[in-house]
């Protein structure tokens, strides 16, 4: 049997009114690549379902979430700058939008909207296919920014001993260290503290959630010393453009285990998908599309 939207005789996906309806909401949205590896995934699967990108204006915000619920959207992910604004006009928060304090996927089910955060479960997706283990390990995390709180509940999840927050300035990353430290040991230094060089020592995994080194400005990394790290310790690099950042190649060079930002991505909406669907996606073919979407740009 053919689902309305699975492949039709002329190789095309065919959408009708039976066709449930998925989005991703920000503002500019234009640059998503959600759309493209949702929609890959969702026929790979055979599932009768369409994901759009829309474009919503801050000042628009409420009335285009009453919209969607009104219109029956299953559910949709949230982008830049909607994460948190958008808390206020759903009915329920996750566990892990409440410790992150932003929503970047919304489920709508049995007439109530319920905010999720993935980013999390996106960046443990990166750790198991490298099979790292954090159990009782330390970790250092470059950054005290939005994508640091995803990656330190992740690192609370993962059952992390003790978490030292690399930073620019670190008065700045109190409060973010407030919010995990009944969670987790978590500290924070200066990049150029003596201190924070003899914690990169006892590390199992360095984390960047800055921007430096993305595209354009490919040249650019953390300034951090890597060759203070353990010869086992891995590093992971939440960047997904380029591939390899500066750092991650910096990394190569002394041998330790890379990962790059493309298993955050594609984890993260992974989990979106099963939460909306209630099936797991290929995450292979996400990654896929991704890469091909990035080359096409």
């Keep these: 049997m053919r689902h309305a939207g699975s492949m039709g005789e002329e190789g095309k996906r065919m959408f009708t009114g039976k ?3 998925l989005a991703i909401m920000g503002w500019p949205v234009e640059h998503s690549l959600s759309p493209a590896m949702q ?30 619920k009104s219109m029956g959207f299953c559910g949709w992910n949230v982008t830049i ?14 566990d892990s ?29 990166g750790l198991e296919q490298a099979n790292i283990d954090l159990s009782g390990q330390q970790v250092i995390v470059l950054g005290a920014g939005g994508a640091a709180r995803a990656v330190l509940w992740g690192l609370c999840k993962a ?44 590390a199992a995994l360095l984390v960047n959630t800055t921007p430096l080194g993305m595209a354009p400005k490919t040249e650019e990394m953390p300034p951090v010393d890597l060759s203070l790290l353990p010869e086992t310790a891995a590093v992971y690099d939440i960047i997904y453009t380029p591939a390899r950042t500066r750092l991650l190649r910096e990394a ?17 909406g992974a989990e979106a998908f099963w939460l909306w669907t209630g099936r ?3 995450e292979n073919l996400m990654r896929e599309t991704l890469r091909a979407s990035l080359k096409g740009n």
Excluded: C
């Excluded at 699967?45 to 979430?65: C, H």
């Excluded at 700058?81 to 996750?94: G, N, R, V």
């Excluded at 690399?166 to 009944?182: M, S, T």
């Design 19 to 21: 066709t449930k309806n």
């Design 39 to 68: 929609n890959a995934a969702l026929a790979r699967a055979g599932l009768d379902y369409a994901y759009i990108a829309l474009s919503v204006p801050p000042e628009s915000l409420e009335k285009a979430v009453a919209g969607l």
């Design 81 to 94: 700058p909607h994460k948190t604004a958008i808390m206020s006009f759903l009915d329920e928060l996750d």
């Design 97 to 125: 939008a409440e410790i992150i304090g932003a929503v970047n996927t919304v489920v709508h089910r049995d007439g109530k909207l319920k905010g999720y955060n993935t980013d999390a479960a996106g960046f443990l997706r």
């Design 159 to 202: 059952k992390t001993k003790k978490i030292v927050l690399g930073v620019r300035n670190p008065a700045k990353a109190e409060a973010l260290a407030r919010r995990f430290r009944d969670l987790a040991e978590t500290e924070i230094f200066g990049w150029e503290e003596p201190a924070f060089r003899e914690e990169m020592k006892k």
């Design 252 to 268: 190569e060079r002394l041998g330790h285990l890379t990962v790059n930002g493309e298993y955050m991505l594609s984890g993260q």
């Design 280 to 282: 797991r996606p290929d």
